[in-house]
Antibody, heavy 121, light 107 residues
Framework: EVQLVESGGVVVLPGGSLRLSCAASGFKFDDYAMHWVRQAPGKGLEWVSFITWDGGTTHYADSVRGRFTVSRDNTKNSLYLQMNSLRLEDTAFYYC??????????????WGQGTLVTVSS | DTQMTQSPSSLSASVGDRVTITCRPSQGIRNDLGWYQQKPGKAPKRLIYAASSLQSGVPSRFSGSGSGTEFTLTISSLQPEDFATYYCLHHNSYPLTFGQGTRLEIK
């Protein structure tokens, strides 16, 4: 069974930094690209970032480019999102999600349960 | 960037009704589209991939169609557990973008 478990969501001050983690199990992690997707409370889904199976290629939404960095450690079956210069509008549930493919996106097939990041003074 | 226009934004329907939700991308995306269902407090769940293929384990009352610049999700006979919010997502290019969502409510 595919399982994705996010962690690291907390309350942080504007301008602060945070690193989210996602632990993957139930599948061969290094066969798949991965995504981060977020959802502000009561709002729709927003794609955040993508990383290929080997970490060699990454893509970002314009809203986070230059502030967020996605990475992965295939030896630990883990995905990460380093979030810097956080803004009030970054407040959201952050979901880790698996892509169907390894190199380019074939669409998201599985999702974690999400972790809540709150940016507040 | 490819923008996804999803309609309607909300829909009231009764058990047994047939409903259709539409997504229109701002440019052609072949069949690079999936449909997702999200219930309150839960992660999204994929229903349809490649525009018209049914995800394993999803009831056959769900179906998808379309290609290029118009896509539809149809629920042939609504069941009580289908009342939720539905999203389309394209993966044709980066950035990936979601439709705005359709909240399906009980009439």
């Amino acid at each position: 069974e595919v399982q994705l478990v996010e962690s690291g969501g907390v309350v942080v001050l504007p301008g602060g930094s945070l690193r989210l983690s996602c632990a993957a199990s139930g599948f061969k992690f290094d066969d798949y690209a991965m995504h981060w997707v977020r959802q502000a409370p009561g709002k729709g889904l927003e794609w955040v970032s993508f990383i290929t199976w080997d970490g060699g290629t990454t893509h970002y939404a314009d809203s986070v480019r230059g502030r967020f960095t996605v990475s992965r450690d295939n030896t630990k079956n883990s995905l990460y999102l380093q979030m810097n210069s956080l803004r009030l509008e970054d407040t959201a549930f952050y979901y880790c999600a698996r892509d169907e493919r390894a190199y380019s996106s074939g669409g998201i097939d599985y999702w974690g349960q999400g972790t809540l990041v709150t940016v507040s003074s | 960037d490819t923008q996804m226009t999803q309609s309607p934004s909300s829909l009231s329907a009764s058990v047994g009704d047939r409903v259709t939700i539409t997504c229109r991308p701002s440019q052609g995306i072949r069949n690079d589209l999936g449909w997702y269902q999200q219930k309150p407090g839960k992660a999204p769940k994929r229903l349809i991939y490649a525009a018209s293929s049914l995800q394993s384990g999803v009831p056959s009352r769900f179906s998808g169609s379309g290609s290029g610049t118009e896509f539809t999700l149809t629920i042939s006979s609504l069941q009580p557990e289908d009342f939720a919010t539905y999203y389309c997502l394209h993966h044709n290019s980066y950035p990936l973008t979601f439709g705005q969502g359709t909240r399906l409510e009980i009439k």
